[in-house]
T-cell receptor, first 114, second 117 residues
Framework: AQTVTQSQPEMSVQEAETVTLSCTYD???????LFWYKQPPSRQMILVIR??????QNATENRFSVNFQKAAKSFSLKISDSQLGDTAMYFC???????????FGTGTSLTVIP | NAGVMQNPRHLVRRRGQEARLRCSPM?????VYWYRQLPEEGLKFMVY????????ESGMPKERFSAEFPKEGPSILRIQQVVRGDSAAYFC???????????????FGPGTRLTVL
């Protein structure tokens, strides 16, 4: 079975600062996908970034980057130059290579303070 | 290209009534997924459908819940005889294809918030 753990229920960061959200997962699969989704107050689920486990290079999308440690089964999200619009719930998610469903963590509520 | 559409956005039912949640996938998408988000929790997979077929319903409760995705029209998640524990946000996602080649992004709808009184 796959499990995803987000150990930080809430976090806050000053505007323009950097924050890192943690995520660990457990799986017996060797190849898989990892994702970070953002859920703002509107509750829309928005893809932030994704990583293929067979790629060693960490994914980057503008101000968002990940630190993927496959051996440690860790997948943290770093948000640089935090903006007020980054305030949201952030969910880490796992998907098998041939899968068709996400396994989500319980989320981290991030507040960006002006 | 309109995104994934779900309606209603909010649905209130009394215990014992039926709830019908609708999801229209993005144009060109033939794969639909339903997830349930309980308060203070992440989304949990319920069912994966293609047109006229249920592919994986491993996350669906065995009783009272059913889903369909007909050849024409939206996908429907149906909950019979609702109970208070069914109160949650139900999200639909769609993707253009699915297979071992590549994980195509699932695009999420805005969700339907079901409240059972």
């Amino acid at each position: 079975a796959q499990t995803v753990t987000q150990s930080q229920p809430e976090m806050s960061v000053q505007e323009a600062e950097t924050v890192t959200l943690s995520c660990t997962y457990d799986t017996s699969e060797n190849n898989y996908y990892l994702f970070w989704y953002k859920q703002p107050p509107s509750r829309q689920m928005i893809l932030v970034i994704r990583q293929e486990a067979y790629k060693q290079q960490n994914a980057t999308e503008n101000r968002f980057s990940v630190n993927f440690q496959k051996a440690a089964k860790s997948f943290s999200l770093k948000i640089s130059d935090s903006q007020l619009g980054d305030t949201a719930m952030y969910f880490c998610a796992f998907m098998k290579l041939t899968g068709n469903q996400f396994y989500f963590g319980t989320g981290t509520s991030l507040t960006v303070i002006p | 290209n309109a995104g994934v559409m779900q309606n209603p956005r909010h649905l209130v039912r009394r215990r014992g009534q039926e709830a019908r949640l609708r999801c229209s996938p993005m144009k060109g998408h033939s794969h639909v997924y339903w997830y349930r988000q309980l308060p203070e929790e992440g989304l949990k997979f319920m069912v994966y459908l293609q047109k006229e077929n249920i592919i994986d319903e491993s996350g669906m409760p065995k009783e009272r819940f059913s889903a369909e995705f007909p050849k024409e029209g939206p996908s429907i998640l149906r909950i019979q005889q609702v109970v208070r524990g069914d109160s949650a946000a139900y999200f639909c996602a769609s993707s253009p294809q699915n297979g071992p080649r590549l994980m195509d992004e699932q695009f999420f709808g805005p969700g339907t918030r079901l409240t059972v009184l």
